[in-house]
Nanobody, 124 residues
């Protein structure tokens, strides 16, 4: 059984920074493709970033390129999402997800395992 637990969501001012963490249990992070998604009120869940556990390939959605960084630490089986220069439109519930699929995956349906989400609110 794979379990994902996100932490780190907070309220932060526009232009601020925040780091989200996703702790993985049940299987080593190195065996997965790990993704971060987000869902704003009234909107569909959307892809943010992903990282392959084994080769550390990364991929980002255009709105967050250059501002967000996804990384992983195999020693503690945790994936991070470092967010800089936050904007009001980054406000959402952020979800960590995992898949055993090969290659870069950006669709919600490609990820069978999900965390409970953590709220990020960016205010001006």
């Amino acid at each position: 059984q794979v379990q994902l637990v996100e932490t780190g969501g907070e309220s932060v001012q526009v232009g601020g920074s925040l780091r989200l963490s996703c702790a993985i249990s049940g299987r080593p992070f190195s065996g997965f493709l790990m993704g971060w998604f987000r869902q704003a009120p009234g909107k569909e869940r959307e892809f943010v970033a992903c990282i392959s556990g084994r080769w550390r390939d990364t991929h980002y959605a255009d709105p967050v390129k250059g501002r967000f960084t996804i990384s992983g630490d195999n020693a503690v089986n945790t994936v991070y999402l470092q967010m800089y220069s936050l904007k009001a439109e980054d406000t959402a519930v952020y979800y960590c997800a995992a898949t055993g699929a090969v290659g870069i995956r950006t669709d919600v349906g490609d990820y069978p395992w999900w965390g409970q989400g953590t709220q990020v609110t960016v205010f001006s």
